[in-house]
């Protein structure tokens, strides 16, 4: 038993230990192709580096100075970012190693999979005059060849690298040191623009501190200012509703008389809310002249424009001008002026300021006679509506069916005649019949002729809104839509000329 069990084993231990010894071969070739990529990507990176060094300790100090800047804007040198043309460089040589990498790889991983069917299956793909042996040794010189090739592209890199940062320094201090008078006269001049946009962008910054400011202290305000509007409307609200409660008691044959005189009040109260954030909204003037800031920033933007375009001096403008140091002088005293009046007279943006203080003293008195308009405008709302539904009632019991007379709507109308206030609903006024007529005549209004703002005179000056395009900012606010404003006064107008 023991002589069939020991070559068994042997046999066994013999196949595991080639299977191994294949495997590691496999991954020894493929592996090495990786670790010599890993090797050059290396190179690459330390051949960059020190560029970049030579780089940051001989020309990082200047690039960002005013010296810099005159060069480039004499011609002296181009306005090349040189660091930038290092990567590339770099970048471009990594890119061609790993392309010209991946075609090496790609043929690697080809001659092991024919090596591995002719292991499974005995049958040969390689080239009658090859092998496994051959093709993996051809695939490694050409890999030493891309190596040696490498190696000679990344020395070449850092050669010409320093020989460019060399030149570039030295070009510098060469014609630094032929063309100091130069140099100097450009010198106060680029000062100059540079201390004009200082200045603007200083001035700039503060009035934007100062509007973010006073808009806080705005909004704390506003928030005082609301709550007095949100008591006055519950007051009228209050009040109309007592007024509305002590009419319906008088007049309970009247069934529809609440109704009309509920929606007579939710009218009354919009128009209150919207007239009082009207007359709330531009409480203060601006603390600055916008039109002197206005001015200066046009003036700014075409010196910057001409002199320094993208960040960029323009010498051969500013040396060749006469004027180009008064103008600049000009222009930075007028911003200089004009922060230091502002900077005087916007010591204070607190709430509590005597400006918000008068601000709210002036307000209390608009607020009461508000108040006192839209009550007496509801008042006489009440009693019109109150007669005519009076007057349907009594149409109503007499019961008579007398035919109506043919309208003429084609009266004479003053030629200076014009439409100069808005009506209420169920208002009686001898200009409603001029407008039912007008109406008529544009075919938006087909009932009686007779200076009632009724419903169907209502839905007219509706049609009539829509048409005209006047509705444009309150579609959603259905309250509004018949509501004779300025706007809709004066297409009527116009349309009365014609």
Request: glycine share 0%.
């Amino acid at each position: 038993m023991n002589k069939i069990i020991r070559p068994l084993f042997v046999f066994v231990v013999f196949v595991f230990w080639f299977s191994v010894y294949a495997s590691n071969v496999q991954k020894t070739f493929l592996e090495t192709l990786s670790e010599e990529k890993i090797k050059i990507e290396s190179m690459f990176d330390q051949s960059y580096n020190i560029v970049y060094n030579m780089f940051s300790s001989s020309v990082w100090w200047f690039l960002s100075s005013l010296d810099y800047k005159w060069l480039v804007c004499l011609w002296v040198i181009d306005d090349t970012i040189l660091l930038q043309e290092i990567q590339n460089d770099s970048k471009n040589l990594k890119i061609w190693f790993l392309n010209s990498y991946a075609n090496i790889y790609a043929d690697a991983l080809d001659v092991e999979q024919k090596k591995r069917i002719l292991q499974d299956t005995n049958v040969s793909l390689f080239p009658n005059w090859s092998d496994y042996e051959k093709e993996k040794n051809r695939i490694l010189d050409s890999f030493n060849q891309l190596i040696t090739g490498q190696n000679n592209l990344s020395n070449q890199f850092v050669t010409k690298y320093q020989w460019k940062i060399n030149k570039f320094v030295a070009d510098f201090e060469d014609y630094s040191q032929r063309n100091k008078t130069l140099l100097n006269s450009v010198s106060t001049q680029i000062q100059s623009i540079l201390a004009i946009e200082n200045a603007y962008k200083e001035l700039t910054s503060d009035l934007l501190k100062y509007q973010m400011q006073l808009a806080w202290s705005w909004a704390k305000f506003f928030s005082k200012l609301n709550v007095l509007k949100k008591a006055s409307i519950s007051w009228l609200d209050i009040w109309f509703q007592y007024i509305i409660d002590r009419e319906t008691r008088r007049y309970r044959i009247l069934p529809n008389l609440e109704e009309e005189l509920v929606q007579q009040k939710n009218y009354a109260l919009w128009l209150y809310e919207m007239q009082f954030d009207e007359k709330t909204n531009f409480l203060l003037e601006k603390r600055y002249d916008n039109k002197e800031f206005t001015q200066i920033t046009k003036e700014v933007q075409s010196f910057l424009t001409l002199y320094y375009p993208k960040s960029k001096m323009q010498c051969s403008l500013f040396l060749n001008s006469p004027w180009f140091l008064e103008e600049a002088a000009s222009l930075l005293s007028k911003i200089n002026s004009f922060n230091q009046s502002f900077s005087s007279n916007n010591t204070s943006w607190d709430i509590k300021s005597s400006q918000f203080q008068d601000a709210v003293m002036k307000r209390i008195p608009v607020v009461i006679q508000l108040q006192k308009d839209i009550n007496k405008d509801f008042s006489d709302a009440v009693v019109q509506k109150r007669n005519h539904l009076l007057q349907l009632s009594r149409d109503k019991s007499q019961e008579t069916d007398i035919p109506k007379q043919e309208q003429n709507v084609w009266l004479d109308i003053s030629p200076t005649f014009k439409f100069t206030k808005p009506f209420t609903k169920w208002q009686y006024d001898s200009d409603i019949k001029i407008l039912q007529k007008l109406l008529n005549k544009l075919w938006y209004y087909f009932d009686e002729i007779d200076g009632l703002y009724s419903v169907s005179t209502i839905q007219a000056v509706h049609k009539y809104q829509l048409s005209k395009w006047l509705l444009k900012w309150y579609e959603k606010r259905p309250e509004t839509w018949w509501w004779m404003g300025p706007a809709t006064r004066a297409k009527l107008n116009k349309d009365l000329l014609q």
